[in-house]
């Protein structure tokens, strides 16, 4: 990187932190650390939402699932604007009603402690495990560009987040997500400008969208009801919408930044404008995506975007077997140019895309044939590159100063999630653990600088996670999974509590434990998509609650 990239990067994110940290040297109550001091707009809400989900991952592994496999995977937040429509009627006035500072205050009000002490454990262990992720993510980018190990970016990244997020609680991740929300829409919009800049003077942007339609990049909808198919429009709808209501209305890295507004109604508006930004947003950053699979159809793309890889297999004994692979690659894709050259004089679409097909199905052969070649000579090598695709546009491709700005925007990223998510951890565990199992509970400057103390503490445990988390088949992937895992039974423990009055809370417990257990099984035995566990956990925990109660009840009334 030059040193006008290095300005722009370390310029942007000191400004972050240092803002952050001045903005709330005034913080002095508990109250106003963990909550704000409930006076933010509708708008700082809904970018705070907006930017507690848009972790690094977003930006990092977007992109790539977009260059392999399409923008099928937007179907994912078919489901969210029935999920916020939900919680705006259902979940926040009742929250502001009650003046919790936590979604799980209310479990302890309609069943007891035990039932808020496991809900909350859920939340810890699922939200602990993905923090770690979020600081993992963007320590590969920096790994790449600074060749440092990535056990020392992970203590780097996670240690800056959590200055400014120890120091001014949930005030700092709210007036600091505004100023990442900015740099992160300004870069997205640069690097989409530089791409379509970047073509052939003869590929217009309607062509460009026609050659990436020809190559299945631009199947949005899949109404298959096979569920080996992890992204359908079924997957989006259903699952996507239980995983919506849990995570935007039981998770408390969400609920905590709407509860720092003055009024229901500023809460409603907030999500609603996230709702109505966070789809179009996510379609935009799929579509960059592609535009980079079209960039890389006129110019040469590595067989794998991971550059230890290359340093890897060029230096072991199957070097020129994968030398082989690589000029077949090239072949192949030139054959792929020359398709285009003759689509420009015919037109013919049909003839484009069975021509195009076949190509297609040789270069699948080539990149498994290399990814398995990958895993025999360096099995320590990560062969799946999808998370670096991205990052390997933005540091051969981009002009000096853009690609400063494009890293500042990734690791901004890493800084607004990541800081929520400490916040809320740190959050929960004093207001649901703590607190009220002590027979002395903190009050006043005692109590904030215990959730400082765990704030700092959770950053510790997230940056342990990030050093020992393996790259998955795709880290946004992976976080929506260990989510998953999670947020169904999480969500159907609330909506007994909002809409089945009759149901003790023995029963809920009892039935939370058993669904725990077979949501895992289900997940490790692979009979399902991960997006379908959110539906399976919230079903499966309402009808086993329902039903140990019924045989409680008919035991006592025979009894």
């Known amino acids: ?198 073509l052939p003077a003869d590929i217009t942007l309607t062509k460009a969208f026609s050659l990436a339609k020809a190559n299945d990049k631009i199947d949005l909808i899949n109404t298959s009801f096979d569920l080996k198919n992890r992204y359908t429009i079924w997957t989006g709808l259903i699952g996507g919408t239980f995983l919506m209501l849990s995570y935007f209305g039981t998770d408390q890295s969400q609920v905590q930044r709407y509860l720092s507004s003055k009024s229901v109604q500023e809460s409603q508006l907030g999500l609603l404008f996230n709702a109505l930004l966070k789809v179009p947003m996510q379609f935009f950053i799929l579509f960059v995506g592609v535009m980079v699979f079209i960039f890389y159809q006129f110019n040469e793309a590595p067989l794998s975007f991971n550059p230890e890889v290359e340093k890897a297999m060029m230096n072991s004994s199957e070097s020129s077997a994968y030398t082989t692979l690589k000029k077949e690659k090239t072949a192949l894709e030139n054959s792929k140019k020359a398709i285009y050259t003759a689509y420009n004089e015919t037109k013919n679409e049909i003839n484009l895309k069975s021509q195009l097909q076949l190509v297609n199905s040789k270069l699948k052969v080539n990149r498994e044939t290399s990814i398995a070649l990958i895993k025999q000579v360096a099995p320590n090598v990560e062969s799946n590159d999808k998370d670096y695709v991205f990052i390997h546009f933005i540091l051969h491709h981009l002009p000096k100063g853009l690609i400063g700005l494009l890293l500042a925007v990734i690791l901004s990223a890493a800084m607004s999630s990541t800081a929520s998510e400490l916040n809320a951890l740190a959050t929960t565990t004093v207001v649901d653990l703590y607190q009220p199992n002590v027979k002395e509970p903190k009050k006043g400057s005692a109590l904030m600088n215990l959730t400082k103390l765990t704030t700092l503490i959770w950053g510790a ?81 309402i009808f086993l609650a329902f039903f140990i109660n019924l045989f409680k009840s008919n035991k006592f009334a025979t009894s």
């Open 1 to 198: 990187m030059s040193g006008i990239d290095w300005s722009i990067l370390l310029l942007t994110l000191g400004f972050i932190v240092g803002y952050g940290v001045w903005k709330t040297r005034a913080v002095t109550t508990a109250h106003e650390y963990i909550k704000g001091d409930e006076k933010t707009p509708w708008w700082a809400i809904g970018l705070s939402v907006m930017a507690t989900q848009a972790s690094a991952i977003t930006f990092l592994s977007t992109p790539g699932q977009a260059y392999f496999s399409g923008m099928g995977f937007v179907q994912f937040y078919f489901g969210l604007p029935l999920a916020i429509v939900i919680i705006c009627l259902v979940f926040i006035p009742l929250y502001k009603k009650l003046k919790v500072y936590t979604a799980y205050e209310y479990l302890e009000s309609r069943f007891d402690r035990k039932t808020r002490v496991l809900t909350a454990v859920l939340f810890l262990i699922q939200r602990g495990l993905a923090t770690g992720i979020t600081i993992y993510a963007p320590s590969i980018v920096l790994s790449v560009v600074l060749g440092w190990p990535l056990i020392w970016l992970n203590i780097c990244v996670g240690v800056l987040v959590i200055i400014y997020t120890v120091s001014g609680g949930t005030k700092a991740v709210t007036v600091t997500q505004k100023q990442q929300m900015a740099v992160i829409f300004a870069g997205m919009f640069t690097a989409f400008l530089i791409i379509y800049w970047s």
């Open 461 to 541: 445990i997230a940056i342990l996670v990030a050093c020992i988390a393996p790259l998955f088949d795709n880290l946004i992937q992976l976080v929506n999974i260990i989510g998953s895992i999670f947020y169904g039974n999480i969500l159907g423990i609330f909506l007994i509590a909002f809409f089945f009055k009759r149901i003790t809370s023995n029963a809920v417990f009892i039935a939370a434990l058993i669904t725990q257990v077979i949501i895992v099984g289900v997940y490790f035995g692979d009979y399902l998509p991960f997006l379908w566990l959110n539906a399976l956990g919230c079903l499966l925990v």
